[in-house]
Every structure is written in C-alpha cells, then in structure tokens.
C-alpha cells in the first residue's frame, strides 16, 4: 500500500510535506496522542535516544500528534527531540492513514515503516507499549537493510 501524501506544519510553523523525503529516505511516521503526557514523552525520547540508529538505516523519524505548533515547539525544545514533529489539528492526516481514536476520544499511537518509494512495509499500533514501536520499526528497517546488500 502507498502511503498517503500530506503537508504539515512542524514544531517551528515551516511547512513539512511528504513527498519532500521520498526518493530519498525511508520514513519511520509515528502517530501519538498527546504532547507531555507520561507514555508519549516516553516514546518521543525513546525515539531521539535512538534516532542515529535510524539514520544509520537510511530513516527519518517523523513524530505527529493533533496538538498545536506552539505545543509542540515547547515539547520539542523541552525535551531536546531532534527529528521533526508535526501538528495535525483536527486528525486529518492521522484519518489518512486510518489511525483510529481509542475509546473514542483519545488519538491512537501508531507507527508507520514506509520505504523509499512510498509503500508502507509496516504498520505497528499499541496504545500503551511505546516500547514495542521503536523496537518494530528498526526490526523492520534492518530487514529492509539486509535485503538490499544481499541484493547487490
């Protein structure tokens, strides 16, 4: 499946696109709830104390929430993220992608391993085990990984 296209703004009010990155690298897309809440806080540092592993494998993290731009550049500065966060007010791109709210009002936590092309290779939804996200997504891309040097 292709992932679907969108623009955002991110954590600095720069608008953010989709298509600006494919082609070029694999995109590990994270979907959360809330900015500052215990298990979002969490899986956000989870993601920067981790994030040269990614890079290692050809991935950019993108975090999305539906919280504003100025909550999320104070959640950004505050906890020294250094990928980028996008704010998707209303859930529109979060709809997209077929993220459904838990319990009927708070946003879902999922992630997205798409590749270079734009295919989505895996998705991965947990509300409460912010662990498991991280841990699947660089299984995933150092199977990616794997495939392409045996491949050449």
Excluded: W
Excluded at 71 to 76: D, I, L, Q, T
């Amino acid at each position: 499946m292709k992932a679907p296209s969108f623009s955002l703004n991110d954590e600095n009010s720069i608008l953010f696109s989709l298509d600006s990155i494919l082609g070029k690298k694999n995109i590990v897309l994270f979907f959360y709830p809330k900015n500052n809440t215990p298990v979002c806080t969490k899986e956000a540092c989870m993601f920067r104390d981790r994030y040269e592993e990614f890079k290692e494998l050809g991935a950019e993290v993108i975090g999305v929430s539906s919280d504003s731009e100025s909550s999320h550049n104070s959640f950004h500065t505050s906890h020294n993220l250094n990928f980028t966060i996008l704010s998707d007010e209303g859930g529109r791109v979060a709809r997209l992608y077929g993220v459904k709210k838990n319990f009927f009002v708070i946003p879902g936590r999922e992630t997205f391993v798409i590749d270079i092309n734009g295919n989505i290779l895996h998705r991965f939804k947990e509300l409460m085990k912010h662990e498991g996200h991280i841990k699947e997504a660089l299984n995933v891309l150092k199977k990616l990984k794997q495939a392409q040097l045996s491949s050449t």
